[in-house]
């Protein structure tokens, strides 16, 4: 007897990509064939599509690379289309490739990917094309610097080659990442913040722009940093990219580590008609909120780390601020589809005016049945 698909609702909460993201995933890694209903119907414009245009095809391309990781049935994966259906089959490692054919973000591709790649029976290699530093997503930088060394706590490994970098609208970018698989993920705790210790960046300019506006928005930023932490060396390289970019962007990512392990982010990429150094001071401004509030992930990284704490064998305990609806809404799928157990404490901190929350989740021990 075939068992009948989980239904989603695809408009609860956030009622965007999140969905789609974590419920693909899970389904993959579980086995469970999933049906969602009424897909973005929290977004202006439902259905795989929005007003976003360059949003369209990165969802549909993350359910199209799913499907294939896990040589799945996918119904109803039509731009527009707001009922999706997803029979998961085995999970094939080897050579994948996903190309949005617009700027929509090669990060949200490996978000949807990465968990499923590391339930493989060996290693894969995923090919993803699209914006590699995209609005309403993870810079690669972010999934590089950030994402990448936490998640590793976990136990996973994954290698990641930026060969073209790609910028709204055109896209063009192109990232290589090979995935090792792993029995089973190991829980994480990260409740201790410490001092920062480090702060550093990178602010580009690609194409025609003037290696000036890089050279600008490092030093907004590091002025707007230097009013709030004065005893750190900030260094914020301005760098102009030639060859290994594709269209014309600028932008900045600035990244703070702590003296417990823990990576935190601001960024922010350029727009027409506005100054650079209001781009800098953006990215500066993004970093200090992250950090003032003493927990140990930033507002981006909370939501990427709840499946992972699911899928874990054990409890896992996260310190964060204010819990996002992003992450109420992971929680809400990972709940759905796993055995997963998740609670949020209130946690009053000495050293902090703000209130930090602990997010504590019992993980449901997925195993790679293929190792």
Known sequence: MERAAVEIDGSVMEGGGQILRVSAALSCITGSAIKITKVRAGRSTPGLSSVFKKLVPQHLSGLQLVSDLCSGSLQGATIGSTDISLTPGKIQSGNHTADTQTAGSVCLLLQVALPCALFADASSQLCLKGGTNAEMAPQIDYTVKVFKPIIEKFGVHFDCDIRMRGYYPKGGGEVAVTVNPVKELQPVIMTERGNITKIYGRAFVAGVLPYKLAKDMSSAAVRTIRKEIKDLYINIQALQEKE???????????????????????????????????????????????????????EFLQDQLIIFMALAKGTSRIRTGAVTLHTQTAIHIAERLTQAKFTITKSEDELSSNVTYIIECEGSGATNTHL
């Open 244 to 298: 290994m970019a594709c269209g014309n962007g600028n932008g900045i990512i600035i990244i703070a580590e702590s003296s417990t392990g823990c990576v935190f982010a601001g960024s922010a990429l350029g727009k027409k008609g506005v100054y650079v150094d209001k781009i800098g001071i953006e990215a500066a401004e993004m970093l200090l909120r992250n950090i003032r509030h003493n927990g140990c992930v930033d």
